[in-house]
Nanobody, 116 residues
Framework: QVQLVESGGGLVQPGGSLKLSCAAS???????????MGWYRQAPGKQRELVAT???????NYEDSVQGRFTISRDNAKNTVYLQMNSLKFEDTAVYYC???????WGKGTLVTVSA
């Protein structure tokens, strides 16, 4: 069983920045570096949507609304994936989840609230 633990969420003003982290449990025995990792988000009353992915070789992909504002990265030595979020907007408010696979395993999420 793989455990993914997100952190870094919080309250931020529009235009601000946050950096999310997601650590995969080393005890699970997974070879973290071979997996594509993804960040998803779910806003109140909406379906969960893909935000960004990063492959095992570092190839990234972004949802259109975050392109140029968010950056996904990974540190395989730490079994961790990051999401740097800049120029945050009200509509970025959501619970952010990381996923290994993606879609095979999920974290419990971290809440990001963008509010003045």
């Amino acid at each position: 069983q793989v455990q993914l633990v997100e952190s870094g969420g919080g309250l931020v003003q529009p235009g601000g920045s946050l950096k999310l982290s997601c650590a995969a449990s080393a005890a699970s025995g997974i070879i973290f570096r071979i997996y594509t990792m993804g960040w998803y988000r779910q806003a109140p009353g909406k379906q969960r949507e893909l935000v960004a992915t990063i492959t095992s070789v570092g190839r990234t992909n972004y949802e259109d609304s975050v392109q140029g504002r968010f950056t996904i990265s990974r540190d395989n030595a730490k079994n961790t994936v990051y999401l740097q979020m800049n120029s945050l907007k009200f509509e970025d408010t959501a619970v952010y989840y990381c996923s290994l696979g993606p879609g095979e395993y999920w974290g419990k999420g971290t809440l990001v609230t963008v509010s003045a």
